[in-house]
């Protein structure tokens, strides 16, 4: 499912690479990278006690632990949003499918980013029934039962929003929906770097967002094919 | 037709009276302290009424047996002084028994649900929500952290809205998705709802008691068994009531005193 979402997100970076060059004066693009980490000491994050459904618990070796706060070594934040949020010429909603997994009772990916508009498929890859909710404020707000092996749930979002959704029925199953109104997005891996291609020269504004350590921005600007960096350092704390 | 109707009562009466003689479907062997005054009530609620069950019947059939309609045009007999002192008779008789049945039982009742909890008793904290349980141990303080409602958020594990920042007592407080008890200890579990009425049952322990929202309720057991059985929901609660459940550990005192120091946050 990582694989999926690995190639969902190369794709994504394809199609905002070439919006970008063909929007861009003369074709020339530039880019924006960095990494996200944090600064201080994070709450520990503790395993996920999945006892009461014995059919997902038996699909982790080693216990799931709670993916609030996932980082690798140096600090680095996984699952961070960075997006640009001002600046960005209106873009289209891509045709292309993006895809959420419920496997072993867990979100895959935990961050899924889409573009508002974009088809959205969520997959129930259990045994187990699960109730998909995403708790959209913006957006219309639904809540759904998918038993095992029932088809994929369709659906979209028209306007950008940050949205955690949630299993009722395995209260620790937790994820977001991050719909941006940019193509421009993009979340951080396990070492916390990102890369934003396809930039056309001017002024933007980049945010990085996080569930738990909530959002940083920076200004940046472009000229020419020229790559920008920006850092994102998130502050910690323990409780 | 009388005569059929009459065979039909007798066959489906002694049917019926096997299966429970037969014990075909049984309660499961219980494991608690308390199971051994609930089974001698139940069983002494169930030859009462199930006598007085095999003997109406039996004298309703025999009764439609021998006066039946035969077709030979014969008057309707109807018995001395009326149905009226039969009806009120039998509904003082049925009242009757049902209040000493009442009476009788209330003492195993007075037994898990009025007698104060043993002041040795472990506490865990029990919470429920759709569609799951989470219980809470106070930890090595033996203090239970004060619970906030804004802070809970199952998305960080915060099931219970403990406040670890600033409430020290909430620091070493373990939660679990198990009920994970010792062996033959005294349990009081304060039992309290995040949103609507949920059930606690476990059947081997005799035990079933509603969450109500809003309400702390108490409830004492102990187990004699080392073993795992399910806790399941039997108010119905909503979507995923199906699937709310969890389980129940019994273990060793040994064995529980590790598993909450494996447990400890």
């Not at chain 2, 608690?32 to 139940?42: E, F, M, P």
């Not at chain 2, 069950?53 to 021998?66: D, E, G, T």
Request: hydrophobic letters at 40%; charged letters at 15%.
């Amino acid at each position: 499912m990582r694989s999926r979402f690995a190639l969902s997100l190369t794709l994504l970076a394809l199609t905002a690479s070439l919006t970008g060059a063909l929007a861009g004066p003369g074709g020339n693009a530039g880019s924006v990278s960095g990494t996200v980490t944090f600064t201080g000491t994070p709450p520990k994050m503790r395993p996920i006690d999945m006892s009461k459904e014995p059919s997902c618990a038996a699909q982790h070796a080693t216990p799931l632990m709670n993916e609030t706060i996932v980082s690798g070594p140096g600090n680095t934040v996984q699952n961070a949003v960075v997006y640009i949020s001002a600046g960005d010429q209106p873009s289209a909603a891509p045709t292309q499918t993006v895809r959420y997994d419920q496997k072993g009772c867990e979100y895959l990916p935990h961050v899924l980013v889409m573009h508002a508009g974009q088809p959205l498929e969520i997959y129930n890859d259990d045994q187990t029934s699960h109730n998909i909710h995403p708790l959209a404020r913006t957006n219309p707000e639904w809540n759904k039962s998918q038993p095992p092996g029932s088809p994929a749930i369709k659906a979209t979002y028209a306007q950008p929003e940050f949205i955690p959704v949630k299993c009722n029925i395995h209260p620790w199953m937790h994820g977001y929906f991050v719909v941006l109104n940019t193509t421009h997005g993009v979340a951080t891996g396990n070492d916390g770097k990102f890369s934003i291609a396809g930039l056309p020269p001017g002024k933007y504004t980049v945010t990085a967002w996080h569930e738990k350590f909530g959002t940083l921005s920076q200004e940046i600007e472009i000229t020419g094919s020229s790559a920008a960096t920006a850092n994102f350092a998130f502050k910690a704390l323990p409780y | 037709m009388g005569k059929l109707f009459a065979v039909v009562l007798t066959v489906i009466t002694l049917i019926s009276t096997g299966v429970f003689i037969a014990r075909v479907w049984w309660l499961p062997p219980d494991i608690s302290v308390l199971g051994l005054g609930i089974d001698h009530q139940l069983m002494e609620t169930m030859l009462a009424s199930g006598v007085l069950f095999v003997v109406s019947q039996l004298v309703l059939a025999l009764f439609i047996w021998r006066y039946r309609d035969r077709g030979d045009g014969r008057p309707v007999k109807t018995f001395p002084g009326g149905s009226t002192p039969m009806v009120v008779i039998a509904t003082v008789l049925v009242g009757a028994e049902i209040l000493v049945l009442s009476l009788v039982g209330t003492r195993i009742w007075s037994g898990i649900f009025l007698s104060k909890p043993d002041p040795a008793a472990l506490k865990v904290d029990v919470l429920a929500e759709q569609f799951a349980y989470y219980f809470r141990y106070p930890g090595p303080d033996g203090v239970f952290g004060t619970v906030h409602p804004e802070l809970i958020d199952d998305a960080s594990s915060n099931f219970f809205g403990l406040d670890p920042a600033n409430d020290s007592t909430a620091r070493d407080d373990v939660v679990s998705a198990s009920l994970v008890i010792p062996v033959n200890t005294p349990i009081l579990l304060t039992m309290h709802s995040k949103d609507v009425g949920h059930a606690f049952f476990v059947p081997e322990l005799r035990i079933q008691q509603d969450f109500v929202p809003g309400l702390v309720i108490p409830l004492q057991f102990t187990a004699t068994q080392m073993v795992k059985k399910e806790i399941v929901c039997t108010q119905l609660c909503g979507l995923g009531h199906f699937n709310m459940r969890a389980y129940l550990e019994v273990q060793s005192h040994d064995q529980f005193e590790q598993w909450l120091a494996d447990n400890a946050p």
